[in-house]
């Protein structure tokens, strides 16, 4: 059975960095891609960032990008997004997700509020 935990959400400064991480099991996440998404108040959860099953060729959205860096540990099974110069717009609740035999699955989500 496919479970994701995600961690490391909190309360941060504008400007300033926060790491989150996904805790995966019943998945090896080198053999599948894996996605960051959020949820900010008021609005429909979208699309962060992806990262290949390979490792390859990842995805950031427009607002991300070059702020966020998404990376796994295959030793640990464990999803990250490194966030930087984080900004108001990006206070939301982070959520990671992955497909599998055509069954996506969630974690719960950790909040991230940047304050001014």
């Known amino acids: 059975q496919v479970q994701l935990v995600e961690s490391g959400g909190g309360l941060v400064q504008a400007g300033g960095s926060l790491r989150l991480s996904c805790a995966a099991s019943g998945i090896v996440l080198s053999d599948n891609g894996i996605s960051w998404y959020r949820q900010r108040p008021g609005n429909q959860r979208e699309l962060v960032a992806t990262i290949s099953s390979g490792g390859m060729t990842n995805y950031y959205a427009d607002s991300v990008k070059g702020r966020f860096t998404i990376s796994r540990d295959n030793a640990k099974n464990t999803l990250y997004l490194q966030m930087n110069n984080l900004k108001v717009e990006d206070t939301a609740v982070y959520y990671c997700?992955?497909?599998?035999?055509?069954?996506?699955?969630w974690g719960k989500g950790t909040l991230v509020t940047v304050s001014s």
């Open positions: 997700t992955v497909l599998k035999n055509f069954m996506r699955t």
